[in-house]
């Protein structure tokens, strides 16, 4: 009987826990159609592993209206953000920064104030595991970067919408600026006491393993790369730059830079959602384009 209880009891709790919730999101941005790839295959990603918030995915003006179709495939919102038609405060800061432009842009994920808690991903990033746990974090939780680990790395981080937040954060990047001209030392001066306040704050570096650092510490790749649940392809050679085999479902090697061993096998993983999930849809759209 005590079995048949439990039998009973697990799948109803278990139900109630994957139950979607409607007022939480994971989040990305694509400002281009390069960068839209990558959010195609992170949406993917998420998708397979059994995400339960909703997926949003924020898009500049000049992302073509083909690949706003595809996104709305995976994602289940696809909305435009555009610096200039936004509000006055966001114009100013714009016109007296014009260098800071994606980065006031990745800033618009804290207008989403119709969801009380959001995950946000780089495009650049895959996911290998259900992340979910991640909404039992606050505002604003980061893993370490691998460069300056008293310094967070902005590609994946929990923060909670607000219009209040968005506008000292814009204050602050008309004001100060950012330390390295993007996003990261824009949030790492305005969450300044990250480092030292909050342990619960610092997520584990496995929700943003960067897949081509980790030969620095080969050792302690071995013993937890197999943990990692979040892969962050940062630095200049995306997984969209490589060229793929699918007969051997690996990627190239020559012509796009030494790949370490880790590396190439989340880069045959990027590039297995990309020509599994991502390439048949582009081909669906197009067709559908052509019969219309
Ligand atoms: N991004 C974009 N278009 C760009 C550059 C960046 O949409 O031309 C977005 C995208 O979501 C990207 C994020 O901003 O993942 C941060 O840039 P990136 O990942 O290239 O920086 P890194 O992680 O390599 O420092
Ligand atoms: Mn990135």
Known sequence: PRLGALGHVVPIARCAHTM????QAFVTLATNDVYCQGALVLGQSLREHRATRRLVVLVTPQVSNPLRVILSRVFDEVIEVNLIDSADYVHLAFLKRPDLGITLTKLHCWTLTRYSKCVFLDADTLVLSNI?????????????????????NSGVF???????????????ATDHGSFDGADQGLLNSFFSNWSTADIQ????FIYNLSSNTTYTYSPAFKQFGSSAKVVHFLGSSKPWNYKYNPQTGSVLEEGSGRANQHQTSFLNQWWGIYH?????????????????
């Not at 704050?201 to 584990?204: I, N, R």
């Not at 048949?280 to 052509?290: A, G, S, V, W």
Request: hydrophobic share 30%; proline share 11%.
């Open 20 to 23: 979607p919730v409607s007022d």
């Open 132 to 152: 979910d746990e991640l909404f039992d974090r606050r505002e604003f939780s980061a893993a370490p970067d691998p460069g300056w680990p008293d310094c967070f």
């Open 158 to 172: 929990v923060f909670q919408p607000s219009l209040e937040t968005h506008s000292l954060l814009l204050q602050h």
């Open 201 to 204: 704050k610092h997520l584990p």
């Open 276 to 292: 599994r999930s991502i390439l048949p849809l582009c081909e669906d759209i197009r067709n559908k384009d052509h019969h219309s």
